[in-house]
């Protein structure tokens, strides 16, 4: 059952903060285009019974800084340039006093927490307005209302301490306020003076700052705290927008959504080699298709650089490999999993619940396939063929893969023996054994075999019988060829026959021609009940009777030499 708030929960990893020469051996693919801005104003506010700790500025710095971890040069990173955040014109509401203490404002309930929390937000916007704060100067490049930054003195409060009631849970909502006379939404991002465990207010911002770009969380929602439910963990570490479970960085997948890079498709198996994704060049992200679904393997290279640098850094270096399914539609909650399938889902080869090592590296866990654990298998089993990701090497240009593409092994096609008994007069009944090994019914056809089409059921085996003769032009060839070729909804599966010509065997003074001396000699076999005769077996059904007779009998006078 879903959880009644409403409120977005954000929970990140503990924040240290330093400052980093991103210099690097990569080159970033900076932005032609002038950059989009957007004018973030930022109020903070102390209470009677929680004053503040941290000087104005330095939070301003944490959120601003042209260098270091920022969620400015977050951002600016990430996009290569094409996103600049900015403080505005104005300075900030430096540490009011709210009118009432925090443990009123951030009092929980058994529906709700903070459920004064709208209380203090309006009253801190109102108070920012008289303070100097232009709404209007605020609203966003491509019109999106206004965001203001709330800093309030404390702890915060999140999924591993609730309830608390003497501290906020950090959230993004809006609200409706006064300006100039008339009521204007105002977008809200709420963070702590003091984020404890959960990282830092420029970490937590630059999650939510996702969310403003339209970016949608990677996290399942029933896990922990108010929301209850069953834990699960489809992607953790490797993205911002999973902050919840330390979303650190930015996949290819959420690069191409905001169009900082176009991935290259691979519908041809091959040898790639991938940049770090921080480099956002061309060829950082690779989409492989899962062929008969709407699902794709997201491959990407991932070193701490640049932005995977940020707050920690990510917790291992090498290649990370997701599948994700365009049949979940990308919204609010796409990957809470419940009984459906997950949007996004991490592959994750080292085995932690939280996906510590999901990394490929070639000399560690270097292949990700359809026998592997975990599995490239997509959701949809109606997938046509498999794909198998093989890391070769990592050197100074990036990571080295192998992507290998095969047709799906659904249908197992067996025989007794693949030597058949032929002439070109007659035709030779060849029995065949076929087993659906597949999730699903499979329907077969083969113009050879009688009947023509069949349909398995899965985990079904059938017998078919197949009718070949000796092609004409294959007359004085003692053995020859045959391919049968299946036909299924997802591919065609072949079986290679050989046809041994029975003229060889029926002339018995080997004169290139069958005459009545041939046919006089193998008389003398007729009638004798179950015996075997291997040449005189020319329909090769395990006997020696007339029907061998009758099949002799029609070559009298053929030529094959």
Partial sequence: MRSKRSIILIVTTFFIVVTLNFSSKYAIADSEDEPTVYPLAVVSVDFSDVPHKRPFHEIKEELFSEDGESLRNFWKLASSSRVDIIPGKYDGLIWERAPKPLSYYAKDSEDNFDIHVRELVEWTIEVAQKDGLDLNKYVFEDETPPFVCVVVAGEAEGYMNYPKDDAFWPHRSAIKVDVD?????????????????????????????????????LYDYGCGGPFGGKCSYPFTYYDIMVAR????????????????????????????????ITTNSSDSYLKVPIPGTNEYLGVEYRTRTGTDNFWGG???????IYRVNEDVPYNHRFNDGD??????????????????????????NSVAGPKTNPSTIPHNKDYTSTI???VLEEN???ARVKIDIDMRDRIKIS?????????????????????????????????LMTPSIITLLPNEIKQVSIRLDLPPEKISELIAEEELVFETETGFFDLTLYLRNILFDIDV?????????????????VGKVNTKNERYDVNDDDVVDSNDYLVIARYMGQKYK
């Fill in 388 to 390: 198998k990701v093989t």
């Fill in 415 to 447: 025989v007794t023996d693949t030597l058949v008994k032929v002439g070109t007069l007659h035709k030779t009944e060849k029995t065949v054994i076929l087993a659906n090994v597949g999730d699903t019914d499979a329907v077969i056809s083969c113009e």
């Fill in 509 to 525: 003074d080997s004169n290139g021609v069958i005459e009545s001396f041939d046919v006089q000699t193998f008389g003398s076999y």
């Fill in 181 to 217: 006379g008339e009521k204007m939404w105002v977008g809200y991002i709420l963070v702590t003076e003091d984020m404890g465990i959960y990282g830092s207010g420029a970490l937590v911002m630059t999650h939510e700052f996702g969310h403003l770009l339209g970016l949608a969380d």
């Fill in 339 to 364: 009984d459906e399938p997950f949007g996004i889902e991490l592959l994750n080869p080292g085995g932690g619940l939280w996906h510590e090592n999901p990394c490929y590296t070639s000399d560690g």
């Fill in 396 to 398: 100074e240009l990036g």
């Fill in 245 to 276: 479970h330390g979303g650190l960085g930015l996949t290819g997948f959420h690069r191409e959504r905001l169009g900082y890079i176009k991935p290259k498709e691979v519908i041809q198996p091959g040898e790639y080699t991938l940049p770090p």
């Fill in 314 to 320: 990510i917790p291992s270096e090498g290649v990370i």
